[in-house]
């Protein structure tokens, strides 16, 4: 609350960047390019950053926050900002800041969010009216995730993660657990023991079969990354538990906050001391920015 009011005093606005797990994840195929095809069900979840925004009449654009593992020049906001001054040939600036409370390379998609959030609030504050189509289309130059992000609804993606459509969720809580280990995403799409010929699924199927889906990469990362088995391993007791992404993350669902909560607190000492991240995380339905975007 303290670095939020710092930053309104200074004159910033505050906008969320919201997390996502997906909830299963297959891997069908491999183009030529080398590019993997997969499906799966991207799901928006209250865990958010927190970026800060203050217009600049000068044109430029500068990061107020520090982040000393992420070079400006390479930070996904920074870059985003960019993009959409240079597509919309703007003559405003921007002071852009971060809160970081999602963590980082840990399959949750914050970096891509973070970057979405900025697309979203300077197209509005610099009055740039470019509809929700354009802003993915931006996005995609950025990341496969950052569409999802501005698109702003809970979705079945597939291809590259180009072909979004929206997807109804039943209500739910999350228990994700973050091992603070960092999990090479090209290393584990890289894998020779990765399978990539998983049979295709619908929409129907993954609505009536939930139980029978999973993330293709989790064994991988499972017999590369014990820090993770172990979470899942004792997350597996409670429910079905998945790993978001290429991990680290791994999570599992329930109805109530109480029961994660309840979950929670019989966190073993052997799991607790790897140093992990625990979130309890209600599932959202929609971005808490999409009534900022047009759809033409």
């Avoid at 183009?31 to 950053?49: K, N, P, T």
């Avoid at 960019?82 to 405003?92: G, R, T």
């Avoid at 966190?267 to 992990?276: D, G, V």
């Amino acid at each position: 609350m303290q670095i939020q009011q710092h930053y309104l005093d200074e004159g910033f606005q505050a906008y969320p960047a919201p997390a996502k797990i997906n909830l299963f994840l297959h891997i069908v195929g491999r183009r030529a390019d080398g590019y993997h095809l997969l499906q799966s069900v991207f799901r928006l979840i209250d865990l958010q950053d927190t970026i800060y925004i203050r217009i600049r009449d000068d044109g430029e654009i500068h990061r107020t926050s520090e982040h000393p593992d992420v070079p400006e020049t390479l930070d996904l906001t920074i870059r985003a900002a960019h993009l959409l001054k240079a597509q919309a040939n703007c003559s405003l600036g921007a002071d852009i800041a971060i809160e970081k409370r999602i963590p980082m390379g840990g399959g949750l998609g914050g970096g891509s969010s973070d970057a979405a959030t900025v697309l979203i609030a300077l197209n509005y504050l610099w009055k740039l009216n470019l509809s929700r189509k354009a802003l993915m289309e931006l996005g995609l130059q950025l990341g496969a995730d950052v569409p999802f992000f501005i698109f702003g609804k809970n979705a079945w993606v597939e291809g590259v993660g180009e072909k979004i459509q929206e997807i109804p969720l039943p209500a739910n809580h999350y228990l994700v657990l973050t091992p603070k280990i960092h999990v090479s995403t090209a290393q584990i799409f890289n894998a020779k023991e990765l399978t990539r010929n998983t049979f295709p699924t619908t929409i129907a199927a993954f609505s009536e079969m939930q139980d029978f889906l999973h993330n293709d990469l989790e064994a991988v990362v499972c017999q590369q990354y014990p820090a993770v088995k172990a979470c899942l391993d004792w997350l597996n007791q409670y429910s079905k538990a998945r790993m978001s992404g290429s991990g680290a993350s791994v999570f599992i669902a329930q109805k109530t906050e109480v029961e994660v909560n309840n979950i929670l607190r019989t966190l073993p000492k052997r799991i607790a001391n790897t140093e992990l991240f625990c979130a309890s995380s209600l599932g959202l339905n929609q971005h808490p920015l999409y009534n900022l975007t047009s759809e033409h």
